[in-house]
Antibody, heavy 123, light 110 residues
Framework: EVQLVESGGGSVQPGGSLRLSCTTS????????MHWVRQVPGKGLVWVSR????????YYADFVKGRFTISRDNTENTLYLQMDSLRAEDTALYYC????????????????WGQGTMVTVSS | QSALTQPASVSGSPGQSITISCTGT?????????VSWYQQHPGKAPKLMIY???NRPSGVSDRFSGSKFGNTASLTISGLQTEDEADYYC??????????FGGGTKLTVL
């Protein structure tokens, strides 16, 4: 069974840091691009970041560029999001999502998602 | 990058068909056939329904179909069922190598 399980969320003060993890199983993790997407409860989906299969290419939404860092450990089948200089507007449910990639006909299409981990930034 | 434009809500009766539009620009929807659609039920993670404009992943009902003309993509659901009631989001790849989502559409099955 394919599983993506996010963890590491919690409450933090503005300016603080958190590291989110997305632990995966049931599929060849290193064969997939991976993404982070966030959602303020009751609001829409917002794309945050993308990472290629070997971790050499990273992409970020402008509003997190320079503050967030996406990475992966293909030996541990885990995706990470290091979140620094957090702001109140970063408060959201953070999802990790799997992307088979353009080579198999998927272009930034997320075919499996985790259940999300909540990040709250507040003083 | 501004969000793609979707209607806030649509509704239909069981058995009817509805269409949800997703309007972008020449930098995203109009430039690439990399449009996806997601269904999200309350408290659940999104589910991929359509990718690359009109392709259905395995297991998704053929009542769901996608199309695109110019800067606007569309999701059509035929033979509406009560379980189709959910939020629907479109997304597109952009010229900035990022992904942009639509604001979401709440589908009510009356």
């Amino acid at each position: 069974e394919v599983q993506l399980v996010e963890s590491g969320g919690g409450s933090v003060q503005p300016g603080g840091s958190l590291r989110l993890s997305c632990t995966t199983s049931g599929f060849p993790f290193s064969s997939y691009w991976m993404h982070w997407v966030r959602q303020v409860p009751g609001k829409g989906l917002v794309w945050v970041s993308r990472l290629n299969r070997d971790g050499s290419r990273t992409y970020y939404a402008d509003f997190v560029k320079g503050r967030f860092t996406i990475s992966r450990d293909n030996t541990e089948n885990t995706l990470y999001l290091q979140m620094d200089s957090l702001r109140a507007e970063d408060t959201a449910l953070y999802y990790c999502a799997r992307d088979p990639g353009a080579e198999v006909g998927y272009n930034d299409a997320f075919d499996m998602w985790g259940q999300g981990t909540m990040v709250t930034v507040s003083s | 990058q501004s969000a793609l434009t979707q209607p806030a809500s649509v509704s239909g009766s069981p058995g009817q068909s509805i269409t949800i539009s997703c309007t972008g620009t020449s930098s995203d929807v109009g430039r690439y056939n990399y449009v996806s659609w997601y269904q999200q039920h309350p408290g659940k993670a999104p589910k991929l329904m359509i990718y690359v404009v009109s392709n259905r992943p395995s297991g998704v009902s053929d009542r769901f179909s996608g199309s695109k003309f110019g800067n606007t993509a569309s999701l059509t659901i035929s033979g509406l069922q009560t379980e189709d009631e959910a939020d629907y989001y479109c997304s597109s790849y952009t010229t900035s190598s990022t992904v942009v989502f639509g604001g979401g559409t709440k589908l009510t099955v009356l």
